[in-house]
């Protein structure tokens, strides 16, 4: 392959970008998207700093994406990533699930390396380990 042909397979790759989410998510973000009265927003993941694992998950109803974020819509349901985000969220899939003890969000990132006990922080393959306990028992119980 010459370095044009590398261009563009890189290309592609970005293209091919995925994100997953269950008929169970879409139908609660709906309703919050309802109860709130909020027409036309849309859900907002993102990664930030922090966590007990290095970064964690974050989720907001917006009103108003950015030029530069990446949106997908889900049976009319707008998501949208920022390109930072994306390199961390690729290939994830979004649900929401109920329990005995409530009911949430759960992201599946095939990215991740090690998250913590409550499934809110991760760590790639990529980034700096941290704290190794972390991975195991974070205290967010």
Do not use: W
């Not at 919050?32 to 109803?61: D, K, P, T, W």
């Not at 998501?79 to 969220?89: A, E, G, R």
Request: charged share 20%; hydrophobic share 35%.
């Amino acid at each position: 392959m010459t370095a044009m042909d590398l261009t563009l397979v890189e290309e592609t790759q970005v293209e091919e970008q995925q994100v997953h989410v269950t008929p169970a998510a879409l139908g609660r973000v709906r309703k919050l998207i309802e109860e709130r009265n909020l027409v036309g927003h849309a859900l907002r993941v993102f990664v930030s700093g922090g966590g007990c694992s290095g970064m964690q998950y974050g989720m907001a109803l917006e009103g108003k994406p950015q030029e530069t974020d990446r949106q997908f819509t889900f049976d009319g349901v707008q998501v949208v990533i920022d390109p930072l985000s994306l390199q961390y969220l690729n290939g994830i899939k979004i649900d929401y699930v109920e329990d005995l003890m409530g009911g949430g969000f759960r992201i599946e990132n095939p990215q991740a390396v090690a998250s913590c006990g409550c499934g809110h922080s991760f760590r790639t393959a990529g980034a700096a380990a941290g704290t190794e306990a972390g991975a195991d028992s974070c205290g967010c119980h």
